[in-house]
């Protein structure tokens, strides 16, 4: 344990008006689990990266077991033993398990032997997986797998995972853990990026902290609080959310056997959703990624049309009713993706205002729009928010991810609607930005909204949720009381284990 | 009216003629498409094609340097698309159009001293027995080389595209290109050899127009063929097999419907006219409405990639 395996040294990468990386250095030893910790933005990626031969940095070295290293593309690095699971954007929908692993390897064998292989590190390491099955049709874990098979069968002495369990259930976790430490035990160095301390506390055995493109502390993962660690992390104390024992009212909302086919390729098809929500109550709902959020939130919001009956607000049947219609009887939406779906990146905040609040905040007058009322919204919602921007005339694009999602949802919930429901509140947000928008949703539920959060983020959902519920391919588990909830009963409902037949008789 | 005008045995030797410069040019748009780019400008390719391989046979006296020529022509003006595309990021769908009304344009002006003029022959092939045999003799066997050629290009994108490592890749790229930018592969370099590979193919297909079927140079000598072929790349979900089923009604179609007025058949002449279009689209449509894997269009189809480093 005492020879270094990958040394960084002075890392500096500065991109305009951002510097990513700046004097970055420390050690990674073989078999230890090497835990990198920061909010978004402090630089974990483009570090990453670098190390990955898709970044160049502007200064500084990287030596592999002694000898210079500066892989010029992910061939290289791949040649020399480092291998890479990605967040996101590494594995094509349309080609086969086979195939996407080839893609990933330096010289793949011939197909039939590269399946039979697959077959076999995938039995070794506890990880099934058929190598004829189209990708677009796997759940996130087995996507996962495949990504990491894929960096197994290259036998890797540096292995990166970035955010890997961001879209797993708590029993894939454990599998994925087991399946890290047997690579540990053989003596291959993990680099470990994730925003759950939990995790890193239980998995790693050494923690550097980044902030703002600099190294701000290293510690022992297994002695620090992740309080403690949280607060490296962001510089400053945290608040967390608060609210009162809240009473539930009337139901607003209704969902009776809503059902609707997937309205895109590679989609979920809603499956006989059955809940109810009421006034003052927040109702979350988890799931692993790709189970029916996105299809739920577009049958709520209006932009996929369902039988009118399916959806009541306040007993009226609005299922068949477009987004601006439902907007004016109260039930407004937050998507998950803020670039391009709750706001056009390119158009002004004030633009971005009208868009959604046209209806509600009586922005047009016989068609023509009241520009100057606009902005007032506009900067209202600025103000409340706390966005950080030079004004109302910034464009959406310009945005950080945290403040522009504090606008998002701060201008539906400025519209003071009766049901807000929002996707992914926090997706990609620094801690205290999203510790200001779950805030903001307890604060609209006790002012009587019904709220109803739909997150992949299992502390949030408890730490904000009345009532918790899960989805499963589609089909929603009957909600129960978040208060003690144990993580082994979400799990279990999260995997489809939930009684859904004897929920439907009690219905 | 007289159908037994038509022999059935030249109709169907008349078919693979016709979908000869078809064919071509749309197995080189399915292999750009397969790699993400949308190059409107098929018919842009295929006139200059026409006219640089008319000059060229012309020119050398030979029909083969023509083809050369016409592939080399397509190919340079497929490359200014690509360099505008994906490195200049231009729109595609704007670049492609402008490609087509720029490249007949430069045909018109290129083909100025060689209206009229007669391009040497091109010589059929004649494959011993083969071509004796009765029925297939003349039916598959008594074509130009050319005719082979086009279908060897589709056989072999087949090959390439299901069996062989580029073809992989560059299905990747076509996917979803930050993934296969991820992964290290060179997204950019593989559009452009793509594009250039579409050029090619077009300016074949706009040959055989001018150097076979027509064969001499006229103005708008492709007369639409290059749409024609973009709209079948897209009915056939990109896949080489149903391009050539595509290609071969299209082109089968279109020599019955002109032996049918010659026959004067009592349909409207503008029925019959319209007739290949029709029937081509609702064959093509009929395939592609099947659902499952294969059916849908590549992932980074029409988008700009701008890899930040």
């Known amino acids: 344990m005492t020879d270094v395996l990958l040394s960084l040294s002075g890392l500096t990468k500065a991109y305009p008006g951002v510097v990513a990386n700046s ?16 909010e978004n933005g402090a630089g974990k990626s483009t570090l990453v990266k670098t190390i990955y031969g898709l970044v160049r940095p502007d200064a500084g070295q990287m030596t592999l077991r002694g000898a210079a290293f500066a892989p010029s593309e992910p061939r290289a690095a791949r040649a020399a033993g480092v291998a890479m699971v990605f967040q996101h954007f590494s594995l094509f929908d349309a080609l086969d398990v086979a195939e996407n692993i080839a893609l990933g390897m330096e010289n793949p064998p011939p197909m039939r032997d590269l399946a039979a292989r697959i077959r076999d590190v995938s039995e070794r390491y506890g990880l099934p997986l058929d190598p004829s099955r189209v990708v677009g049709d796997l759940s996130a874990g087995e996507r996962q797998r495949v990504e990491i098979i894929r960096c197994l069968l290259q036998d890797p002495k540096l292995l990166i995972m970035d955010e890997p369990t961001s879209v797993l259930t708590p029993q894939e976790v454990d599998i994925l853990f087991a399946t890290l430490r047997k690579l540990q035990a053989e003596g291959t160095a993990i680099l470990y990026i994730s925003h759950k301390l939990e995790e890193i506390r239980a998995l790693c055995q050494h923690a550097t902290i980044l902030r703002l493109g600099k190294v701000v502390g290293t510690c022992d993962p297994r002695e620090t609080s992740a309080r403690d660690m949280a607060e490296m992390m962001v510089g400053t104390v945290l608040q967390v959310p608060s609210r009162e024992a809240a009473v539930a009212g009337e139901v607003v909302l209704a969902l009776t056997g809503l059902t609707a086919p997937p309205p895109r390729q590679f989609g979920t098809a809603l499956c006989d959703i059955t809940v109810e929500v009421r006034k003052g109550e927040v109702l979350g709902i988890g799931g692993v990624a790709g189970n029916g959020q996105d299809e739920l939130l577009l049958a709520l919001s209006g932009e996929m049309r369902v039988g009118s009956e399916m959806v009541r607000l306040k007993g009226q049947p609005i299922g068949h009713l477009p987004p601006n219609a439902r907007r004016s009887r109260g039930l407004l939406a937050a998507p998950e993706e803020r670039m391009g779906h709750a706001a056009a990146p390119d158009m002004s905040l004030t633009e971005n205002a009208v868009l959604t609040g046209v209806v509600r905040e009586d922005l047009s007058d016989r068609g023509f729009l009241r520009w100057a009322k606009a902005r007032t919204f506009a900067e209202s919602v600025i103000a409340k928010f706390d966005v950080r921007t030079p004004g109302p005339g910034s464009t959406a694009r310009s945005l950080s991810g945290g403040n522009l999602q504090k606008f998002v949802i701060g201008r539906e919930i400025m519209q003071r609607p009766e049901v807000l429901v929002v996707n992914q509140p926090t997706w990609g947000v620094d801690a205290s930005a999203a510790a200001f928008i779950r805030q903001a949703l307890l604060d609209l539920a006790e002012a009587g909204a019904a709220v109803i959060v739909v997150s992949q983020d299992l502390d949030e959902l408890m730490e904000i949720s009345d009532r918790f519920a899960a989805l499963n391919g589609g089909r929603l588990s009957p909600p129960r009381p978040a208060q003690g909830l144990t993580v082994e009963e979400i799990g279990l409902m999260l995997g489809g284990a939930h009684d859904m037949e004897v929920a439907h008789v009690d219905a | 009216m007289d159908l037994s005008a038509i022999s059935p045995v030249l109709l169907l030797a008349a078919l693979m003629v016709a979908a000869t410069p078809i064919l071509l040019a749309a197995i080189g748009e399915l292999v750009v498409e397969r790699a993400g780019v949308l190059n409107l400008g098929v018919e842009g390719m295929m006139i200059t094609g026409a006219i640089c391989g008319f000059i060229t046979a012309v020119a050398t006296g030979s029909p083969m340097l023509g083809f050369v020529g016409a592939a080399l022509g397509g190919a340079a003006l497929s490359l200014l698309f690509g360099v505008l595309t994906q490195y200049l990021l231009s729109n595609q769908v704007a670049t492609g159009l402008a490609l087509t009304l720029f490249g007949i344009g ?31 003799g003349p039916i598959l066997f008594r074509h130009d080389i050319i005719v082979y050629l086009g279908l060897a290009i589709v056989a072999a994108v087949w090959w390439f595209l299901r069996h062989s490592r580029g073809g992989l890749v560059l299905r990747a790229v076509g996917e979803n290109h930050e993934a296969a930018h991820a992964l290290g592969y060179h997204v950019t370099r593989v559009r452009m050899a793509a594009i250039a590979f579409g050029g090619a193919c077009a300016g074949l297909g706009g040959a055989y127009l001018s150097l076979v079927r027509v064969p001499q140079w006229t103005e708008g000598v492709t007369a639409g063929a290059g749409w024609i072929a973009l709209a079948i790349v897209v009915f056939a979900s990109w896949r ?57 269009a590549p992932g980074s189809l029409g988008q700009s990639f701008h890899a930040a480093r």
């Open chain 1, 23 to 38: 004097d970055v250095s420390f050690d990674i030893r073989p078999g230890e689990v090497h835990a990198l910790l920061g």
């Open chain 2, 106 to 136: 430069l045909a018109s002006l290129l083909g100025q001293g060689y209206v009229g003029v007669r391009a040497p022959s091109v010589p059929k092939l004649d494959i011993p027995v083969l071509s004796d045999l009765p029925w297939l």
């Open chain 2, 240 to 296: 080489p097999g149903r391009l050539v089923v595509g290609a071969f009604l299209f082109g089968g179609i279109t020599v019955l419907q002109l032996n049918l007025q010659a026959a004067r058949v009592q349909i409207p002449v503008e029925v019959l006219s319209m007739s290949p279009y029709i029937v081509t689209i609702v064959a093509l449509v009929a395939l592609s409405a099947r659902k499952g894997r294969g059916s849908a």
